[in-house]
């Protein structure tokens, strides 16, 4: 009767074992779908424990319901673990050689389910049967596996060997042996022992497969980033070839660009006051070397300007200092700046910003009174603006303002590139600062940056 008891709440542990793995396994496979593998773990698990469910409710539910499809779902289950192993490995299901290993173990259950003296049958081939599917899965784990210490796939792959072992000293034992009872709960300390076992080995296996999909996860993470890394590299190494190329290009182009306008300048000392179509032709030149220069001086400024974006230079830089001196250089006068505003800046690069807004400013002015530059402090930012009274900007250009080579309508009579505003941005934004245009009373670009703490 004793035996009988903890036989009996053993199975009762197992069958709750069995429901907690298989809820487990059903989470792992919805939270990687994508994985081949976890869903047939899931699914071999939920058979496994509805076939032990059913087989604790014998002497309850009808025979054939409690041996024929208790132990055929209990083959099912187990082939499902090893289909997905093997999917899970990147092989073929095998699913016509574990159909027929469940088929041919299911038979003696089958036919002899109501035959209490074939009890020693039954626990013989459900035995063999589930020994053979599990060292099959054994098998694949092992021709497939990168064996590693601490390796998942070692010890799912123990877990299985033991269990195959484990059911054909069962089956050995119950073959030397002649079964005299006819109720599997009487069968003594071996069915125990075999709960007991059943319970620690399919936590183990639930705890390794979920382990194995971690280690999937890692092996697929570091492939990506190795990708990543390659394709990072060439990417950065087809920048540099494609820089080193553009400043070669540009450097080339200055020689022909000097020849170019000291010729023309040779030829316009010499040309005859009345010649005005030679005269026209000559401004067409210097127009088109100014541009094309512009253009070659821009390019290197932009390309100066990507290798050092990323370790710029730091240090206080008075911004009223900066701007006084640009303002004596282009003649426009500074309105406020008369205490010290220090901000955290690269002594080279924020003047270029500057100087840029300035030189726009002039270039498309009416009058060159129209010019005014101010600077003032606003809590923990400083307000720079530089205005004038040109033509102003077309609202349609205004989203576009900032992109590399991008010339709104109204400035394409003048001489450019496109890369002022650009480099503007750029540098201000290396500065975490940000530039604005306003419109209402004039064209003023205004830019702000964050005030150097004490």
């Not at 400043?247 to 660009?257: K, N």
């Not at 006084?324 to 003047?351: C, F, S």
């Not at 400035?411 to 505003?421: D, I, R, S, V």
Request: proline letters at 4%; aromatic letters at 6%; charged letters at 20%.
């Amino acid at each position: 009767m004793i035996t009988e008891l903890d036989t009996r709440t053993l199975l009762a542990v197992l069958c709750m074992a069995l429901a907690l793995s298989s809820l487990a396994l059903a989470l792992l496979y919805r939270l990687h779908r994508s994985l081949p593998g976890p869903r047939d773990w899931a699914i071999g698990m939920v058979a496994i424990s509805v076939g032990v469910g059913l087989l604790y409710g014998r002497n309850v539910i009808p025979p054939f319901w409690s041996i024929a499809v208790a132990n055929a779902l209990i083959l099912v289950g187990h082939a499902f673990l090893v289909a997905g192993a093997r999917r899970f490995l990147g092989r073929s299901a095998g699913w016509p050689l574990l159909a027929g290993i469940v088929i041919v173990f299911c038979v003696p259950m089958t036919l002899y389910h109501d035959v209490p003296e074939a009890m020693g049958l039954r626990i013989i081939s459900i035995s063999i049967g589930m020994a053979l599917l599990v060292f099959l899965g054994t098998w694949t784990i092992i021709r497939d596996s990168r064996f590693q210490l601490l390796n998942a796939h070692q010890a799912v792959a123990v877990l299985l060997t033991l269990h195959g072992i484990l059911n054909l000293a069962r089956a050995a034992q119950t073959l030397l042996e002649p079964v005299l009872a006819t109720d599997m709960l009487r069968l003594g300390p071996s069915t125990s022992t075999f709960f007991g076992w059943g319970i620690l080995f399919f936590f183990g296996l639930t705890v390794g497969l979920a382990v194995m999909v971690t280690e999937r996860l890692r092996d697929l993470l570091q492939d990506r980033l190795v990708k990543e890394n390659a394709a990072r590299c060439a990417a950065e190494a087809a920048l540099q070839e494609q820089r080193n190329f553009l400043t070669m290009v540009s450097h080339e182009f200055r020689t022909p660009l000097g020849i170019m306008a000291a010729s023309a300048d040779l030829i316009a000392c010499n040309l005859p006051v009345d010649d005005q179509e030679s005269a026209e032709e000559l401004d067409r030149i210097h127009r088109a070397s100014r541009r094309l220069g512009n253009l070659v001086e821009g390019c290197l400024a932009d390309d100066w300007l990507e290798s050092v974006s990323q370790s710029r230079r730091s240090g206080e830089l008075d911004v009223g200092a900066v701007l006084a001196e640009l303002a004596k250089e282009y003649n426009v006068v500074l309105h406020g700046a008369e205490e010290p505003l220090p901000v955290d800046a690269d002594p080279y690069l924020l003047p270029i910003a500057f100087s840029a807004l300035l030189d726009n400013a002039c270039k498309y002015t009416t009058t060159p009174e129209g010019v005014t530059l101010s600077c003032r402090q606003e809590g923990r930012t400083v307000e720079i603006a530089v205005r004038d009274d040109g033509p102003g900007i077309d609202p349609a250009d205004v989203s576009r303002l900032f992109e590399k080579f991008y010339r709104a309508r109204r400035t394409q009579h003048k001489p450019g590139a496109g890369l002022g505003l650009h480099l503007v941005q750029r540098i201000v934004a290396l500065h975490e600062g940000n530039v604005r245009l306003e419109q209402t009373h004039g064209t003023m670009f205004c830019v702000s940056l964050p005030v150097l703490e004490a």
